[in-house]
C-alpha cells in the first residue's frame, strides 16, 4: 500500500512537470522566423561595434606599434617619456570600417608605466581606470530613463599585457599587476620585441611564465573551446600563449612581395611570417575568430561581478536573513526605512542636546546670579566688619578716657 502511494505520488509529480514544458509541435508550412539570425545581424551592422583595448607594459616595448600592424593602419601615436613621476592613462578613439562593418575602437595607453623608482602603486592608476569604465556603465544602467542603445560603451574588453624579453621570468611588478587585474578584465600575456630572442630561450622563456602565473593563481583569458566550430583551433592557440610577437610600420620588399617587415644587418623579420613570431595567430584570435566572445565575458563575467559587489555596497541583496527572495522594491522600503529611523534618531538625539544646551544656560545663569549674590554678600560684610571694627575702636578708646579721669580724681 505504501509503494502504491509513493507510485501515485511520483506519477502525479513527473505529469505536473510535463505540463510545465512547452510543447514541441510540427508546422505544416514556412512560418518566416528562421529569419531571425539574418535580422539580427542586420541589426548589429547597423548599429555597428564597439571594441576597447588596454594596453600595459613598459614604455619601450612597441605598443602602439604593434597597434598599427594589427588593424593595418597608423593611429598617430606620439612616442612617450621615461620621466614621468606617475602612471597615465590615455584613451584614444578612432572609428574604422572595413566591408560595410563599422567598428568603434578604443585604445588605451599606460604612459609611465614601470618607469618610476618605486613601482609599488604603478598598478593602481591602471585598476581605478576599469573601475571608472564600469562604474559609469553602471550608472547609466541604473537610471530611470535610459539610452543604453546610444551610449558608449567604454568598458575594457581585453588587456593586452606586455612583457619585456628578458629570457628570465616575469617581473613581480608583472604578476602583482596581473593578479590584480585578472578577475577585472580578459587578459592575454604577449612577450614584445620577440625578434630580440633566440628560438630556443623563446621555449624555454614561454614554459618559465607560464609556470610562474600557475603557481601565483593568475588567471588569464583563455580561448573558448565549448564552439564545435571553433573548438579545434582555439584549443591549439591557447598552448601558444603568451604569444611572441614583433610589430613594424615600415614595408620591405622581400621577393615579388612587399610586406610589413623590420630590417636588420644580418636579414628580415616578417611580422606576418608564422616562422617568425605569432603575430599573425594573435590577429586571428583577438579579431577574427573571438572578438565577440571577449565582448560577452566582460558583460557576463567581469562586469557581473564589479555589479553585484557595488550592489552589495550600497545595501541591495536577492535574499533575506532566512535565504528567501527579496524584491527590489523591498529591500529599498527596508533601506527607506532605516535610513527615516536613523534620521528620526538623530533628530531625537539633536533635540535632547538643545534641551541639555538649554539647561546647561540656565544652570549658568543661575550660577552667574548665585555669584554675583554672593559677591554683594561677601562686600557687605566686609563693610560691616569695617563698621564694626571702628566702632570698638571708638569704644576702646572711650572707655580708656573714663578710665583716665576716674584716677586722677
Not at 34 to 62: H, R, Y
Not at 358 to 383: G, I, N, P, Q, T
Request: charged fraction near 30%; glycine fraction near 4%.
Amino acid at each position: 500500500m505504501k509503494t502504491l502511494r509513493v507510485d501515485v505520488k511520483m506519477r502525479n509529480e513527473y505529469l505536473k512537470l510535463k505540463n510545465d514544458l512547452p510543447r514541441t509541435l510540427k508546422l505544416s508550412g514556412h512560418v518566416g522566423f528562421d529569419s531571425l539570425p539574418d535580422q539580427l545581424v542586420s541589426k548589429s551592422v547597423q548599429n555597428g561595434f564597439v571594441f576597447n583595448i588596454l594596453c600595459i607594459g613598459e614604455t619601450g616595448l612597441g605598443k602602439s606599434t604593434l597597434m598599427d600592424s594589427l588593424f593595418n593602419t597608423n593611429f598617430e601615436s606620439q612616442p612617450s617619456p621615461h620621466s614621468l613621476p606617475n602612471v597615465k592613462l590615455k584613451a584614444h578613439t578612432y572609428e574604422l570600417q572595413e566591408s560595410m562593418v563599422r567598428l568603434k575602437l578604443t585604445i588605451c595607453d599606460t604612459v609611465g608605466y614601470g618607469d618610476q623608482i618605486n613601482k609599488d602603486d604603478s598598478f593602481k592608476a591602471v585598476v581605478d581606470y576599469i573601475d571608472q569604465q564600469f562604474e559609469q556603465f553602471l550608472q547609466e544602467e541604473l537610471k530611470i530613463k535610459r539610452s543604453l542603445s546610444a551610449y558608449h560603451d567604454s568598458r575594457t574588453h581585453i588587456c593586452l599585457y606586455f612583457i619585456c624579453p628578458t629570457g628570465h621570468g616575469l617581473k613581480s611588478l608583472d604578476l602583482v599587476c596581473m593578479k590584480k587585474l585578472d578577475s577585472k578584465v580578459n587578459i592575454i600575456p604577449i612577450i614584445a620585441k620577440a625578434d630580440t630572442i633566440s628560438k630556443t630561450e623563446l621555449s624555454k622563456f614561454k614554459a618559465k611564465i607560464n609556470d610562474e602565473l600557475r603557481n601565483n593563481g593568475v588567471q588569464i583569458y583563455q580561448f573558448p573551446t565549448d564552439d564545435e566550430s571553433v573548438a579545434e583551433i582555439n584549443s591549439t592557440m591557447n598552448s601558444h600563449i603568451p604569444f611572441a610577437v614583433v610589430g613594424s610600420t615600415d614595408f620591405v620588399r622581400v621577393g615579388n612581395k612587399t610586406v610589413r617587415a623590420r630590417q636588420y644587418p644580418w636579414g628580415t623579420v616578417q611580422v606576418e611570417n608564422e616562422a617568425h613570431c605569432d603575430f599573425v595567430k594573435l590577429r586571428e584570435m583577438l579579431i577574427r575568430t573571438n572578438m565577440e566572445d571577449m565582448r560577452e565575458k566582460t558583460h557576463t563575467k567581469h562586469f557581473e561581478l564589479y555589479r553585484q559587489k557595488r550592489l552589495e555596497q550600497m545595501g541591495f541583496t536577492d535574499v533575506d536573513s532566512d535565504n528567501k527572495p527579496v524584491s527590489f522594491q523591498q529591500t529599498f522600503e527596508a533601506k527607506r526605512s532605516n535610513h527615516l529611523a536613523e534620521l528620526q534618531a538623530k533628530e531625537d538625539e539633536v533635540r535632547q542636546m538643545f534641551v541639555l544646551h538649554a539647561k546647561f544656560d540656565k544652570l549658568k545663569k543661575d550660577h552667574a546670579e548665585e555669584k554675583r549674590r554672593l559677591e554683594e554678600s561677601r562686600k557687605k560684610l566686609e563693610e560691616e566688619f569695617v563698621e564694626f571694627n571702628r566702632r570698638k575702636s571708638q569704644m576702646m578708646a572711650s572707655h580708656t578716657l573714663t578710665l583716665g579721669k576716674s584716677k586722677k580724681k
